[in-house]
């Protein structure tokens, strides 16, 4: 697609492709994602090849230069469409959240993993909450480890680790908020424990930690320790 074409042109010319989405269709968005020098067309022919099945453009489109490309290409691997190739985006993923400098990419792909589990989502994500550089991917990793079923066990002692030991208030309250939506089985989980934290958490010097400790109390049902805290 020639770029004299406007940007605009071009976009609407992606999405008409898309509506057709025959082989020479398919094959037009394919190299538009790949040399196409606008960020946004590429990101354009991403959301349409999303829906048209297959991930190794898409795993391609990781390594795009443009960080706004990536995490587009993030976001539609975690699409359920790609279920049935799952493994191999769930590998491609994990790849970048541990190499991407980009922090929204970095999240992006977290998210991404957690949509498309394949079983190894929970070590990925414990692993992210307790290293990643970045605060906003680690309280990214605690808010989605509340969101999978495999081993609330495993969660729990990964997000009580980061509501007692991170340093940013930030993924403090985003382990406090993912602690309180975990489903609470006592066979694994010990609630007296997860209530015993929690309670020590509000003495936290950051309102927001604390505001989540509340809802995390709440979410639990421990209306005594409510009254407690209210009481000073």
Excluded: Y
């Amino acid at each position: 697609m020639s770029s004299r074409i406007p940007e605009e042109v071009r976009k609407l010319i992606i999405h008409s492709l898309a509506t057709i989405a025959d082989k020479i269709s398919v094959a037009a968005l394919v190299a538009a994602l790949q040399h196409d020098p606008s960020a946004n067309v590429r990101i354009a022919a991403i959301e349409e090849l999303k829906w048209l099945g297959g991930t190794e453009m898409l795993i391609d489109a990781l390594r795009d230069k443009s960080a706004a490309v990536r995490r587009a290409a993030a976001r539609a691997l975690g699409c359920r469409r790609f279920s049935s190739d799952a493994s191999a985006a769930v590998t491609a993923l994990a790849t970048v959240l541990r190499e991407d400098r980009n922090v929204s990419v970095r999240e992006e792909a977290l998210r991404a993993i957690t949509r498309q589990d394949t079983g190894v989502a929970l070590d990925i994500l414990t692993e992210a909450l307790a290293n990643d550089p970045s605060p906003t991917v680690r309280a990214a990793a605690a808010e989605e480890l509340s969101r999978i079923s495999s081993d609330n066990a495993v969660a729990a002692d990964a997000l009580l680790t980061a509501l007692t030991s991170d340093k940013s208030s930030k993924v403090r309250a985003a382990a406090a908020a993912a602690i309180g939506r975990l489903d609470e089985d006592e066979n694994v989980i010990n609630r007296d424990v997860i209530i015993n934290a929690l309670t020590k958490a509000f003495a936290d010097d950051s309102v927001t930690v604390k505001n989540a400790v509340i809802s995390a109390l709440q979410a639990i049902g421990a209306s005594e320790v409510l009254v407690a805290l209210a009481g000073g």
